[in-house]
């Protein structure tokens, strides 16, 4: 649910956005992408199936987009997902567990954590990711020529492609085209693992 749809339904506020990931992050990078890309605020809304105002919002920093609504909004405009969460980057970075920008699903229990967004001229970004089960974490196609590189740290995982996913255990490791539909399931509680998304 956007804050527009909790505001017409009279349903509470949405909560604030996660810690560390400000909203003006994803405020600022959506205004940059866009005015770079050089489509106006319908187009970009239009192209990424999501309403004008829940749009604005997020370029005004007020709204508390989702996993879902970010990747729609990346893949609208041609970008790695990392583009629009990435913080200015220090000369040494130290991140601790449970820290970090981290975005979580509307619609399963799934975190992804940026670890390191690809800089310029490499493109590969580094998450830290966590799901519960109970749900399925199911992921549309991203940028063409995406690869995903995923290892389990504990639990069990279900990942890859849709129409033929594998069970991976802790220390598996699993590489598959992001470009095409894919999902992430846990089979154990308390599963996480490191995924690489690689762009060409």
Not at 21 to 26: A, G, K, M, N, S
Not at 89 to 110: D, F, K, L, N, W
Not at 160 to 181: C, H, K, Q, T
Request: proline share 10%.
């Amino acid at each position: 649910m956007t804050d527009s749809d909790s505001k017409a339904s009279g349903a509470p506020a949405p909560a604030p956005a996660p810690v560390g990931l400000p909203r003006e992050w994803v405020a600022a990078a959506l205004r940059r992408e866009r005015t770079k890309a050089g489509i106006s605020l319908s187009e970009l809304a239009k192209r990424a199936g999501i309403a004008k105002s829940t749009l604005s919002q997020l370029e005004a920093a007020t709204g508390n987009p989702g996993i879902e609504t970010l990747w729609a909004l990346a893949v609208a405009l041609g970008v790695p997902f990392s583009v629009l969460v990435e913080s200015p980057a220090p000369p040494v970075t130290v991140i601790r567990a449970g820290e970090g920008p981290t975005m979580h699903a509307e619609q399963a229990s799934y975190a992804g954590t940026l670890l390191s967004p690809g800089p310029s001229g490499v493109r590969r970004d580094i998450y830290h990711g966590a799901v519960e089960p109970g749900s399925v974490r199911e992921s549309e196609p991203h940028i063409p020529g995406s690869v995903e590189h995923l290892i389990v740290s504990t639990g069990r995982l279900l990942a890859g492609p849709i129409d033929a996913p594998e069970e991976l255990a802790p220390g598996d490791y699993m590489s598959y085209r992001g470009d095409v539909p894919h999902l992430y399931e846990a089979l154990t509680p308390n599963t996480t693992f490191v995924l690489i998304m690689q762009h060409v």
